[in-house]
């Protein structure tokens, strides 16, 4: 892979497919392109050492099969894997693309081998997985120093620090792709530049003002990369792109309010919500701690978070719950007493007794099981909680700061099956789209673990393919 970086120069000849971006979707596209006997230039915004978007922080994909395969159990027909897909996005996903990615996803790991990527089974703590995901040995950093080993081994040019801020397009066509003052032509291009989470301005303007008349993105953490800040998809949508997915919404998980601003990655989960009650920073309860698994609650908690006076709450647990859950990486605030873990918050003592006292009184403790939907439930308490429902009774008391995480956003460019970019319905000859940026048109909403790496997969290397079969029509083209 040769590093231009150090030139400070385009390369003199035009290559045959630029690719810009540099996680998952761009490195399968660059990857395909190359093997399909393309020359590939793949545009990085960041420096070598951040490369790789929110791939780096990844773990797993989902993959259909019909019998036990390597380090998946059981089986998971592509029926199964629709289902689940139709149940998260409620409907909002295109049956032939999702069926298609579904397909793609049973036979991609022969093809990700070959590029280096290793696969584990399912890691305890990772629940109900071992059937449904494949693990990275390594996790997502290992799988893109891979595939960019792979990459140099095969002759993809690679420039870092290299954050595209605009195209030439010529009705439709690609020409050129812009850096500052730099320029790159190319015969075809493939975008698999990420979504926007990481653009705060943006996610400010999406959310707006809530009715205290708080900006609640302010207070957003963002849970990978700082590089996505969507300046290519604002300039697509601007120049007229096709667009798909909700443009105010983004997958929010509740995290450990110490996580930095940027790529705490998957280590700033607090799991132990379910265990516990949640209180908002006027010491209430707002929401049903134990209304289902956590791993099929987690996700909403980041948006019932931003909905809290500042943004912010505590999920507080005492010593039964500890051995229970995932420890976070921080300790908790610890405490001997409620009225001492109140202080120590510095949340409104008496209000917080009295939301305990209450939620503690309403506790009908039956049979206390976490690997069930048990009956230990509050009566005659709003909100309930519906499951797990044990009395905060025994120090010591742990409490963990909440923030909301936005995972990603859903906006992105529609697309088909070659993965083209569309104006006003028609498919561009040379531009395609693969990874978040698309991925709205299989995930309109949603989400379930390991399906991202499993679109962009399978669109990144379509849009490889695509891509290099454009960049020699091109060539015809230009001869004629
Ligand atoms: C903490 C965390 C854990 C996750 N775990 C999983 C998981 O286990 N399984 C799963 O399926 N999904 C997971 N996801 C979602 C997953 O990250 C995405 O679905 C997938 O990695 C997206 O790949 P991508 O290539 O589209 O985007 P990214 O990997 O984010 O890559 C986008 C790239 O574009 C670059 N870029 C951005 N703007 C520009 C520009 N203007 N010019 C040039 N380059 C630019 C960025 O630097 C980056 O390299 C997780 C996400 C997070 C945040």
Not at 316 to 332: E, N, S, Y
Not at 435 to 460: D, H, K, P, Q
């Given at each position: 892979?040769?590093?231009?970086?150090?030139?400070?120069?385009?390369?003199?000849?035009?290559?045959?497919?630029?690719?810009?971006?540099?996680?998952?979707?761009?490195?399968?596209?660059?990857?395909?392109?190359?093997?399909?006997?393309?020359?590939?230039?793949?545009?990085?915004?960041?420096?070598?050492?951040w490369r790789g978007g929110n791939t780096q922080h990844t773990?797993?994909?989902r993959c259909m099969h019909d019998a036990p395969q390597d380090?998946?159990?059981?089986?998971?027909?592509?029926?199964?894997?629709?289902?689940?897909?139709?149940?998260?996005?409620?409907?909002?996903?295109?049956?032939?693309?999702?069926?298609?990615?579904?397909?793609?996803?049973?036979?991609?790991?022969?093809?990700?081998?070959?590029?280096?990527?290793?696969?584990?089974?399912?890691?305890?703590?990772?629940?109900?997985?071992?059937?449904?995901?494949?693990?990275?040995?390594?996790?997502?950093?290992?799988?893109?120093?891979?595939?960019?080993?792979?990459?140099?081994?095969?002759?993809?040019?690679?420039?870092?620090?290299?954050?595209?801020?605009?195209?030439?397009?010529?009705?439709?066509?690609?020409?050129?792709?812009?850096?500052?003052?730099?320029?790159?032509?190319?015969?075809?291009?493939?975008?698999?530049?990420?979504?926007?989470?990481?653009?705060?301005?943006?996610?400010?303007?999406?959310?707006?003002?809530?009715?205290?008349?708080?900006?609640?993105?302010?207070?957003?953490?963002?849970?990978?990369?700082?590089?996505?800040?969507?300046?290519?998809?604002?300039?697509?949508?601007?120049?007229?792109?096709?667009?798909?997915?909700?443009?105010?919404?983004?997958?929010?998980?509740?995290?450990?309010?110490?996580?930095?601003?940027?790529?705490?990655?998957?280590?700033?989960?607090?799991?132990?919500?379910?265990?516990?009650?949640?209180?908002?920073?006027?010491?209430?309860?707002?929401?049903?701690?134990?209304?289902?698994?956590?791993?099929?609650?987690?996700?909403?908690?980041?948006?019932?978070?931003?909905?809290?006076?500042?943004?912010?709450?505590?999920?507080?647990?005492?010593?039964?719950?500890?051995?229970?859950?995932?420890?976070?990486?921080?300790?908790?605030?610890?405490?001997?007493?409620?009225?001492?873990?109140?202080?120590?918050?510095?949340?409104?003592?008496?209000?917080?007794?009295?939301?305990?006292?209450?939620?503690?009184?309403?506790?009908?403790?039956?049979?206390?099981?976490?690997?069930?939907?048990?009956?230990?439930?509050?009566?005659?308490?709003?909100?309930?909680?519906?499951?797990?429902?044990?009395?905060?009774?025994?120090?010591?008391?742990?409490?963990?700061?909440?923030?909301?995480?936005?995972?990603?956003?859903?906006?992105?460019?529609?697309?088909?099956?070659?993965?083209?970019?569309?104006?006003?319905?028609?498919?561009?000859?040379?531009?395609?789209?693969?990874?978040?940026?698309?991925?709205?048109?299989?995930?309109?909403?949603?989400?379930?673990?390991?399906?991202?790496?499993?679109?962009?997969?399978?669109?990144?290397?379509?849009?490889?393919?695509?891509?290099?079969?454009?960049?020699?029509?091109?060539?015809?083209?230009?001869?004629?």
């Amino acid at each position: 892979m040769q590093d231009t970086r150090s030139t400070g120069r385009a390369p003199a000849q035009p290559v045959d497919v630029l690719v810009i971006g540099g996680g998952n979707a761009a490195l399968c596209a660059a990857l395909t392109a190359r093997e399909a006997g393309a020359s590939v230039l793949l545009l990085e915004a960041s420096p070598r050492a951040w490369r790789g978007g929110n791939t780096q922080h990844t773990r797993n994909l989902r993959c259909m099969h019909d019998a036990p395969q390597d380090v998946l159990v059981d089986a998971y027909p592509e029926e199964e894997f629709w289902q689940d897909l139709l149940k998260v996005t409620g409907g909002q996903t295109d049956e032939a693309l999702a069926r298609l990615v579904i397909r793609a996803s049973s036979s991609v790991r022969t093809w990700m081998r070959r590029h280096g990527v290793h696969f584990q089974p399912s890691l305890s703590g990772a629940l109900h997985t071992a059937r449904t995901n494949a693990f990275f040995m390594g996790g997502g950093k290992a799988l893109v120093n891979a595939y960019y080993r792979s990459a140099e081994h095969l002759g993809v040019q690679v420039r870092y620090d290299t954050p595209v801020d605009r195209l030439e397009l010529q009705d439709g066509r690609f020409v050129a792709a812009c850096s500052g003052e730099q320029r790159f032509t190319a015969r075809s291009c493939v975008l698999a530049a990420g979504g926007f989470e990481s653009n705060r301005d943006w996610l400010r303007e999406a959310w707006g003002r809530d009715e205290r008349g708080e900006y609640p993105a302010d207070n957003f953490l963002i849970r990978g990369t700082r590089f996505n800040t969507g300046t290519l998809l604002r300039f697509m949508l601007d120049a007229g792109a096709d667009s798909i997915g909700d443009p105010t919404q983004a997958h929010m998980v509740a995290i450990d309010a110490r996580a930095p601003l940027y790529d705490g990655g998957i280590c700033t989960r607090i799991d132990c919500v379910s265990l516990g009650v949640v209180l908002n920073r006027d010491g209430e309860r707002f929401y049903d701690e134990g209304e289902d698994f956590w791993p099929k609650r987690y996700a909403i908690w980041g948006r019932l978070v931003a909905r809290q006076p500042g943004q912010i709450a505590w999920s507080v647990i005492d010593a039964k719950a500890i051995g229970r859950f995932m420890p976070p990486v921080f300790p908790g605030t610890r405490a001997q007493s409620l009225p001492e873990l109140a202080r120590s918050l510095g949340l409104p003592e008496q209000r917080v007794l009295d939301t305990l006292g209450a939620y503690n009184a309403a506790c009908r403790a039956s049979h206390f099981d976490h690997t069930r939907l048990d009956d230990c439930r509050t009566e005659a308490l709003a909100p309930p909680k519906s499951h797990w429902a044990l009395p905060i009774d025994t120090p010591p008391f742990t409490a963990y700061a909440l923030r909301p995480g936005v995972t990603f956003t859903y906006l992105g460019l529609r697309t088909d099956d070659t993965a083209a970019v569309r104006f006003g319905g028609r498919a561009s000859p040379n531009l395609f789209v693969a990874g978040e940026m698309m991925a709205g048109n299989v995930l309109g909403r949603g989400y379930t673990a390991g399906v991202g790496m499993s679109i962009g997969t399978a669109f990144g290397r379509i849009a490889g393919q695509r891509a290099a079969l454009a960049a020699r029509a091109e060539d015809h083209r230009a001869a004629a």
